[in-house]
Structures are given as structure tokens and as C-alpha cells.
């Protein structure tokens, strides 16, 4: 099993201005094998300095690196995809959103458009050999992403299952699995737990290992081909000072390995999948 992380992992230290050269050394200690820059790090906007510096720790530490964007500005995503295939990425994964509480266009209205705007992006990544995960997220289900990714029906473009982000529509991790599983091309290992209290319920992320997801299950549903990344992300609270939230997000982090190891994978694959 490959573990990774993604920058997500590190949310306070991003809004902090972490840097993508020290994003890497701290996934270089964290001793995971591979790191997703998402969109939260703008790596598009680099130096040659730190391109080279970035580079360089990467093939030094033979760590594999995918990238990541959200929403869908033409001019914008062929940035990322040109800096993502500087930096040797060749998954890129995709957030889009939409408004399920719109008065003006109905939620298959909005998937529509989606999949409309995604077309010449999809011309442009298939030209680069870069491939797209959409991934589900809290107004996009893993019901919904399966929909759009088997309407456009193009081998450039997959899915990124995260196991915490759709249980905000009610869909739970192992009902988002199930949907995306067959064209799973990465995946974000998140935990959670759901607290009852006296007037609402609170969704609360956990270090990996320490909340309510059953991973095993999941994993032994997308039982995976061994190209396949499996990455660390958390979604944690602040605590008072800047300070204490960033030394709870690496402890965090430190626990979230610790425990990805009690995670099993089974050897073979349930089903292949054609090689891009």
C-alpha cells in the first residue's frame, strides 16, 4: 500500500504561506512515499529557484508527486496543468462545486455545465498525457462525480475518492466508495467522527485511525491496482494561537501514519484497469 500526503494534510501551515520546497521536507520527515500539491499551495506561481530546489528534493528522496486545482477557469487550469507536468505529475486532481440550493439551475442543470466546461480541458490534458480526478466533495457526491466521469466517458479523466468530504450530503464513506471505486485513479484517506449534542450533530475530523471511517472496508472495496496512491489529508480545528494549531497539525499528521500502517490491502487486484 503507497502511502502519501496532501498539502490538505497541512491546511493551517498553507494559510500560514507554507511554502511548496518546505511542504516537501515535511513529507520527507513524515517519511510517506509520495506528496499531492493541491491548491492551496500556489505552485504555478514558482521561481526557477524553487522549481529547481523542489525538483531536486524530489527525485534526492524518490518521492512521487501528484498535483491538484479547484474550479474550472480554462486559463487557469492549463497553468496548473503546465506546472504540474513541470514538476512530474501525471494525475491532477479536480475540485468543482456546486450550488445544490440554487434558485436559478437545478443541480442536473449545474452537473451539466460541468461537463461542458471540462471538454477542451480534457483536449488539453489528453494532449500533455496528464489525467484528471475529480473528487467528491461536500455539494458534490461521490454520485454525482461518478455520473460526470461516466458521461464523459474519456480515459483522461478518473475519480479522487475522499472518505469524509460527501457525508455532508448524507452519503456515507462506503456509499461514496462504491460510486467511485471503478474509476478511482487517487484517493484521500480522512477521518471523522459524527458527536451527537443536545441541539445539533457535529462532523468532527480525527487523526487517521481515531474516528468512525471503517477503511479496511474500503479499501478491500477499491481493491487497487498497485499504481494507486492512497493520501493522508485531515480537516482539524484551529486551537487558540497559531502556534498550538501547528504543532496539533504535526502531531496529527504523526499520528495519521502511525495508524495508516494498521491499514491492510489486499495483493490483486478485483478488476484492471487500462494503463494511460
Not at 504561506?17 to 516537501?24: C, G, P, T, Y
Not at 529547481?52 to 512521487?64: G, R
Not at 460510486?179 to 478511482?184: E, M, Q, V
Not at 487497487?224 to 486551537?239: M, P, Q, S, V, W
Amino acid at each position: 500500500m503507497k502511502i502519501g500526503i496532501t498539502s490538505y494534510a497541512f491546511r493551517w501551515a498553507c494559510l500560514n504561506n507554507l511554502s511548496l520546497v518546505d511542504f516537501i521536507k515535511k513529507s520527507i520527515s513524515s517519511g510517506v512515499s509520495g506528496i499531492q500539491v493541491c491548491d492551496n499551495i500556489q505552485y504555478s506561481n514558482l521561481k526557477s529557484s524553487e522549481i529547481k530546489e523542489s525538483l531536486s528534493l524530489l527525485k534526492d528522496n524518490n518521492l512521487y508527486i501528484e498535483t491538484g486545482a479547484r474550479g474550472l477557469d480554462n486559463d487557469e487550469l492549463i497553468k496548473q496543468i503546465d506546472s504540474s507536468i513541470m514538476l512530474g505529475s501525471k494525475i491532477i486532481r479536480l475540485v468543482v462545486e456546486i450550488d445544490r440550493y440554487s434558485k436559478e439551475l437545478t443541480i442536473v442543470q449545474q452537473k451539466n455545465k460541468i461537463i461542458e466546461d471540462l471538454y477542451p480541458i480534457i483536449n488539453y490534458a489528453k494532449k500533455m498525457n496528464i489525467r484528471i480526478a475529480i473528487e467528491n466533495h461536500a455539494t458534490l457526491s461521490g454520485k454525482d462525480v461518478s455520473e460526470i466521469v461516466n458521461t464523459l466517458n474519456d480515459e483522461t479523466v478518473g475519480a479522487c475518492l475522499d472518505t469524509m468530504n460527501s457525508i455532508a450530503l448524507l452519503e456515507t464513506p462506503i456509499e461514496t466508495t462504491k460510486y467511485l471505486a471503478p474509476k478511482l485513479l487517487c484517493v484521500h484517506l480522512k477521518d471523522f467522527r459524527i458527536i451527537k449534542k443536545p441541539d445539533n450533530f457535529i462532523i468532527e475530523g480525527t487523526a487517521l485511525g481515531e474516528g468512525d471511517v471503517d477503511f479496511n472496508s474500503i479499501i478491500d472495496i477499491v481493491n487497487t491496482n498497485y499504481d494507486l496512491f492512497y493520501f493522508l489529508e485531515l480537516y482539524i480545528k484551529r486551537k487558540k494561537t497559531l502556534k498550538d494549531t501547528l504543532f496539533h497539525e504535526v502531531n496529527m499528521v504523526n499520528r495519521s501514519i502511525i495508524n495508516s500502517k494498521l491499514i491492510k490491502i489486499d495483493a490483486e487486484p478485483q478488476w484492471k484497469r487500462k494503463k494511460y
